[in-house]
């Protein structure tokens, strides 16, 4: 699988957008973008995932970089329950396959 | 969207005795589901896929004997952590895939033991 690559650490006011970045250069053609996030003593919540084209649904966005070499998640409206620590994970798309957990990213939302 | 539970939440055992942890999927079927464990202030780590019907595969690192798992059926797998010690006290998370739908992979709420 892909490994990828986030800042450890991100603020944001609540209310604004939080854009956080995941950078996954050694993609492979078959390989989808997920995203899940860790809220405190909690099991992880997915997100949302794509291949190639932008996503998005009742929780974030998703941009994906023409190359697929990186990725952006997007929270339009960042609030307090936003904080978490999110992650960016590369895995191809079957029921078998099994998802590895790189740091992430710990989002802290203040008022 | 899917749920997969975990039972117990919490659990307090004394060192050299062994805890069972169960992961449920409730409204789907799970052909493969995976446990991982997670130390304070880290990442989950994947400790072992479980196949229904056959052998778990561990990760490397991971001992077969200590950490059993069975996957008798499509939608139960147990970690059963044997002759526990203080070590091996953690955050222990499950996940799962509806291998019908080849949807994401749902997560359960995750069991933390204290091995004392």
């Known amino acids: 699988d892909a490994k990828t690559t986030q800042p450890p650490s991100m603020d944001c006011a609540e209310g604004r957008a939080a854009n956080l970045p995941c950078n996954h250069s050694t993609i492979s053609g078959n390989e989808y973008v997920y995203w899940y996030r860790q809220i405190h003593s909690q099991g992880p919540q997915y997100i949302i995932h794509?291949?190639?084209n932008n996503e998005t649904n009742e929780m974030a966005s998703l941009i994906i970089t023409e190359d697929r070499k990186s990725s952006t998640l997007i929270l339009p409206h960042a609030t307090l329950r936003d904080t978490a620590v999110y992650y960016c994970?590369?895995?191809?798309?079957?029921?078998?396959?099994?998802?590895?957990f790189g740091t992430g990213t710990r989002l802290l939302v203040s008022p | 969207g899917a749920v997969v539970s975990q039972h117990p939440s919490w659990v307090i055992c004394k060192s050299g005795t062994s805890v069972k942890i169960e992961c449920r999927s409730l409204d789907f079927q799970a052909t493969t589901m995976f446990w991982y464990r997670q130390f304070p202030k880290q990442s989950l780590m994947l400790m072992a896929t479980s196949n229904e019907g056959s052998k778990a595969t561990y990760e490397q690192g991971v001992e077969k004997d200590k950490f059993l798992i069975n996957h008798a059926s499509l939608t139960l797998s147990t970690l059963t952590v044997t002759s526990a010690h203080p070590e091996d006290s953690s955050f222990y998370i499950c996940s799962a895939r509806d291998t019908g739908r080849d949807t994401e992979a749902f997560f359960g709420q995750g069991t933390r033991l204290t091995v004392v």
């Open positions: 994970i590369v895995s191809r798309y079957t029921g078998f396959q099994k998802l590895v």
């Open positions: 794509g291949l190639k």
